[in-house]
Nanobody, 125 residues
Framework: VQLQAYGGGLVQAGGSLRLSCAASGRTFSAYGVGWFRQAPGKEREFVAAISWNGGGKSYTDSMKGRFTISRDNAKNTAYLQMSSLKPEDTAVYYC???????????????????WGQGTQVTVSS
């Protein structure tokens, strides 16, 4: 499967962005999807995950209430709606598809088999 993340950009603190992750290839709709981010000099960290049908969602505590993950399987696309952005949200954001269709919501990078190329989000103060 190929993933393409897009929608990043430069936004002022307090602003919003919606990231998209377009998938092609394998049956996208059968697998959980995760969003991760990596700031300069830091490790890649879990942001949010969604189950194959969108019925299950999980977030890192610091992003609850500000970020919303969703998906549209008819369009083979997952989304990350980000609001109330802070300068510390500045990072490259990646989407990924889980390795095992039986599970979803892992925070472990190794549980994800396919990765998008990342999209830069920069939040100015």
């Amino acid at each position: 499967v190929q993933l393409q993340a897009y929608g990043g950009g430069l936004v002022q603190a307090g602003g919003s962005l919606r990231l998209s992750c377009a998938a092609s290839g394998r049956t996208f709709s059968a697998y959980g999807v995760g969003w991760f981010r990596q700031a300069p000099g830091k490790e890649r960290e879990f942001v949010a995950a969604i189950s194959w049908n969108g019925g299950g969602k999980s977030y890192t505590d610091s992003m609850k209430g500000r970020f919303t993950i969703s998906r549209d399987n008819a369009k083979n696309t997952a989304y990350l709606q980000m609001s109330s952005l802070k300068p510390e949200d500045t990072a490259v954001y990646y989407c990924a598809v889980e390795r095992d269709r039986r599970y979803w919501g892992s925070k472990d990078l190794l549980e994800y088999e396919y990765w998008g190329q990342g999209t830069q989000v920069t939040v100015s103060s």
